[in-house]
């Protein structure tokens, strides 16, 4: 039986060298990321960090960076009991160039069946690459609140 994953595809009016860019830069990802900054220097690897409001969420591994076409990272949710005890996931973000367009496919895989992390990437996946798109198109990011995602141990 096939592990539970989570895919998500967008085009964005952009180049994979900003659609990189806009990934790896923690100056950025604090606009379209609830304020969240990326701690890592990108190689493989190295240890990997989101921190929301100086406090570190989510963790993990560089596993892969091919720039501008494919980074991959090991995630482990740290801030509600239940999720911190899953084993580690892994986020791919595949980046393909359509003409004025680029296909990100963002995969979150190698959840646990019931999985709690899973439920909640599923809900706040969406919204941080729909802000993404937004920001890279017309330079404003949405302010889509933590808090109506209903993301446990994230608001």
């Not at 595809?9 to 606009?31: D, H, M, N």
């Not at 701690?39 to 989510?58: C, E, H, Q, Y």
């Not at 580690?88 to 069946?113: D, N, R, S, W």
């Amino acid at each position: 039986m096939p592990k539970p994953e989570f895919v998500y595809v967008t085009y964005i009016e952009t180049t994979p060298e900003k659609l990189w860019g806009a990934l790896t830069s923690s100056e950025f990802s604090r606009q379209y990321w609830f304020g969240t900054e990326l701690r890592t220097d990108w190689k493989i690897g190295s240890p990997f960090a989101l921190v929301m409001n100086g406090t570190t969420t989510d963790d993990g591994k560089i596993l892969e960076a091919d720039p501008p076409r494919r980074l991959s990272y090991s995630f482990r949710h740290v801030l509600n009991d239940e999720m911190r005890n899953e084993r580690p996931t892994k986020v791919v973000f595949a980046i393909e160039p359509h003409g004025k367009f680029v296909k990100l496919t963002l995969t979150h895989e190698g959840f646990a069946e019931g999985s709690k992390l899973l439920d909640g990437i599923s809900k706040g996946w969406p919204a941080i690459l729909s802000s993404l798109k937004s920001l890279l198109e017309s330079g404003n990011a949405l302010a889509i609140p933590v808090s109506a995602l209903g993301i446990e141990g994230m608001s």
